[in-house]
Nanobody, 120 residues
């Protein structure tokens, strides 16, 4: 059974940084892409970053230049480095694993989510 466990969320002041981590169990990590979603209260879920098995990355316009996604296939871990945080980044962040298809990235496995709050 696949399990994704996120860590690293918390409260940070505007302009600060946080690093989210995702640890995957099972043997699926290296053959699946990874995606980070977020969902703020009252808003639709947003795909903020993806990274392919080969390390190709894509970002939502709202986080481009501020967030960096990475992965370590040997350690079965992924990270989302978030710099220059703004209050609009406040949300629950989810680590996922999935595949790219004709309609882009589709998540098959989800973590439990970690809260990120940006506030002074």
């Amino acid at each position: 059974q696949v399990q994704l466990v996120e860590s690293g969320g918390g409260l940070v002041q505007p302009g600060g940084s946080l690093r989210l981590s995702c640890a995957a169990s099972g043997s699926i990590f290296s053959i699946n892409a990874m995606g980070w979603y977020r969902q703020a209260p009252g808003k639709q879920r947003e795909l903020v970053a993806t990274i392919s098995t080969g390390g190709n990355t894509n970002y939502a316009d709202s986080v481009k230049g501020r967030f960096t996604v990475s992965r370590d296939n040997a350690q079965n871990t992924g990270n989302l480095q978030m710099n220059g945080l703004i209050p609009e980044d406040t949300a629950v962040y989810y680590c996922t694993m999935g595949r790219f298809g004709l309609r882009g990235y589709a998540a098959n496995y989800w973590g439990q989510g970690t809260q990120v709050t940006v506030s002074s």
